[in-house]
């Protein structure tokens, strides 16, 4: 496990190194304003972009790079980059959203021409505010949260640095985001159960109700459950907007320090949903000890070649391949689909079948977990883990915790 | 079949799927655009340019060819 943690790292560091490189090679070719501008306005012709604050201009309009204006404005995943082009009274004539990181499961309706088509003809004087003047999208509200900011605040100051036109800045009413605290009170809760009943395998009820809440609140209403991404996020720089998305990263690193794969045995709404799926009366299939051992080290070789082409190509959207987020977003390709159902039947014969083989989060968290001689699996183990397992295997289902001290 | 050979053949097939899905992901730009762009010309293809005894070529070709 040593000498896999150590070629993981190396192999993370060595693809961000490589990523930073090839990025650094290729940030003369960013995408071509004037080209895209062509595409939106082919009537249009656009100078260079010049000026303070930098933008295109041609007859009767001008056009500009809402990050060279607005950069600090992010969404779940860092900035919304955008390219707008705005009439001489600052009426909002055309929008391409040019790049960004949120996942592409929550965003792709806020992305279509429909959706954009109706901030078309907008002022930057109007409130932009979901549920007002913006369609609100449903498990969508951060990232078209800073869609909207990001429009209003960068035509606001093209319109006032580049027309004259002085519009007031009128703060947007921000609703208090209670999400943030829905989660840090079931996980707290949840982390402080566990440590209460840890040596006892009397409580495992109070286990069950917390993964059920797992499902209700982290995988249906708050549609957030921990991806490998957020961590990826942050390492390509692409800080949040969104208070989740740190207690996210936050809670699961503090429990990982604190009680090894907590978040996978008593929070993950998949892990839930396959236990409670492998909890019903068909006979299991029986894994040999030795093609078990073997193939739990695959989830190990996919978080590493997920890390390397993510940090590599720069672009989260390539790693995203988890199932809990197709699920939990309720939108993702066909073999995405495919392989939720597969993940889902697949515990009706062999216990957390994701967990065991496949997971990038099992495979992050069990890299990290702290050794903790207590658990010995001899207790039923949800997770199918032989006498003794390796702790990166244990989800701290505390069946066992206290047979093995007696 | 063996319980194990099973596994394996269900790990074998997560395992394709998976790869197939990471595949998609950074394919998907190319490959969608490749399949409208081909959808449109079959179309036209079908509606205009069969009955003129052309065959299915690049757009540019047809026009040539009109």
Redesign the interface.
């Known amino acids: 496990m040593k000498r896999l943690r150590i070629g993981l790292l190396a192999a993370v560091a060595l693809s961000f190194f490589i990523g930073q490189w090839f990025s650094l090679s290729i940030s003369g070719k960013a995408p071509d304003g004037k080209k895209l501008l062509r595409d939106m306005a082919p009537d249009l012709n656009f100078g260079q972009k010049s000026g303070m604050p930098l933008h295109y201009e041609s007859e009767g309009y001008i056009a500009f790079n809402s990050y060279d204006l607005v950069p600090s404005i992010r969404g779940y995943a860092g900035p919304i980059k955008l390219l707008v082009l705005m009439d001489r009274e600052s009426f909002i004539r055309g929008i391409k959203i040019i790049e960004h990181r949120e996942t592409k499961n929550y965003v792709h309706f806020m992305e279509s021409p429909e959706y954009i088509a109706k901030l078309i003809g907008k002022h930057p004087a109007e409130p932009f505010q979901q549920g007002m003047d913006i369609d609100a999208i449903s498990r969508a509200t951060v990232s078209v949260d800073a869609l909207a900011k990001t429009l209003k605040e960068s035509s606001r100051l093209a319109a006032s640095g580049v027309l004259g036109i002085n519009v007031k800045d009128v703060a947007r009413a921000g609703a208090f985001d209670i999400r943030p605290f829905v989660y840090g009170v079931f996980f707290i809760v949840s982390l402080a159960v566990y440590f209460v009943t840890r040596k006892t395998a009397k409580y495992q009820v109070a286990r069950d109700i917390s993964l059920a809440m797992g499902i209700a609140i982290l995988g249906i209403y708050l549609s957030s459950p921990f991806s490998v991404l957020h961590l990826f996020s942050i390492v390509l720089g692409g800080f949040s907007s969104s208070a989740l998305f740190y207690a996210l990263i936050i809670s699961v690193a503090l429990s990982v320090i604190a009680a090894g794969r907590f978040y996978c045995g008593w929070v993950c709404p998949f892990g839930a949903l396959c236990e409670f799926v492998g909890r019903l009366p068909v006979r299991k299939?029986?894994?040999?000890k030795n093609?078990d051992e073997k193939?739990r080290l695959?989830k190990y070789i996919?978080l590493g070649?997920?890390a390397a082409?993510v940090l590599i190509?720069g672009r989260l959207?390539?790693?995203?391949?988890e199932v809990y987020v197709t699920l939990f977003s309720f939108h993702g390709?066909f073999?995405?689909w495919?392989?939720v159902f597969?993940?889902l039947a697949?515990n009706l014969?062999?216990k957390r079948?994701w967990c065991r083989?496949?997971c990038p989060v099992a495979a992050l968290t069990g890299l990290i977990s702290r050794e903790d001689s207590g658990y010995v699996s001899i207790n039923n183990c949800p997770m199918g883990n032989p006498t003794n397992p390796h702790i990166s295997e244990c989800i701290r289902c505390n069946r066992c915790y206290k047979t093995g001290k007696s | 079949m063996t319980d194990d050979k099973k596994i394996r053949l269900l790990l074998l097939i997560s395992a394709i799927l998976t790869a197939l899905i990471i595949f998609y992901n950074v394919f998907e730009e190319s490959i969608d655009i490749d399949i409208v762009r081909y959808l449109d010309r079959r179309i036209h293809y079908e509606s205009v340019i069969s009955k003129k005894g052309l065959s299915l070529h690049e757009a540019k070709h047809w026009r040539k060819k009109e």
């Not at chain 1, 959207?317 to 391949?321: K, M, P, S, V």
């Open positions: 299939w029986e894994v040999s093609m193939w695959f996919i070649l997920v082409l190509s959207d390539y790693g995203n391949y390709s073999l995405s495919v392989l597969l993940m697949a014969k062999v079948f083989y496949l």
